[in-house]
C-alpha cells in the first residue's frame, strides 16, 4: 500500500552535512508519522527520529542538536537534515512510515559513512 524510497546517503568528513530523503507514495493516511531508524555493523537497529504529519518532532538523545527532521506534506516527503555528523553516524539508515492503526512500512536503507 505504501511504498517508500530513501536517497541522500553517502560519505561524508566528520563535521560534514548530509540531507536524506524519504519519499512515500501509495495510499497516505492524514494521520501518520515518519522517521528514521538506523543500523550500524554488528548492532541493534535504534531510532533517530520521528514527526508526526502535524509536524511534533522526537529526537534520539545521540544527535539532538545535530538533526532537523522535517516532512513536505504535499510531496508526501520527509527529510533529515544532519550536521555535524560523527564517525558513529555510520549505519544504514531506514526511513519508516506508521498509520495511525499501527501499520509500518519501511524504506530500502541508504547507507552514512562518517569518515574521521
Known amino acids: 500500500q505504501v511504498q517508500l524510497v530513501e536517497s541522500g546517503g553517502g560519505l561524508v568528513q566528520a563535521g560534514g552535512s548530509l540531507r536524506l530523503s524519504c519519499a512515500a507514495s501509495?495510499?497516505?493516511?492524514?494521520?501518520?508519522?515518519m522517521g528514521w531508524y538506523r543500523q550500524a555493523p554488528g548492532k541493534q537497529r535504534e531510532l533517530v527520529a520521528t514527526?508526526?504529519?502535524?509536524?511534533?518532532?522526537n529526537y534520539a538523545d545521540s544527535v539532538k542538536g545535530r538533526v532537523t527532521i522535517s516532512r513536505d506534506n504535499a510531496k508526501n516527503t520527509v527529510y533529515l537534515q544532519m550536521n555535524s555528523l560523527k564517525p558513529e553516524d555510520t549505519a544504514v539508515y531506514y526511513c519508516?512510515?506508521?498509520?495511525?492503526?499501527?501499520?509500518?512500512?519501511w524504506g530500502q536503507g541508504t547507507q552514512v559513512t562518517v569518515s574521521s
Open positions: 501509495g495510499t497516505i493516511f492524514s494521520f501518520n508519522f
Open positions: 519508516y512510515y506508521r498509520r495511525l492503526g499501527g501499520e509500518t512500512y
Open positions: 514527526i508526526i504529519n502535524g509536524g511534533a518532532t
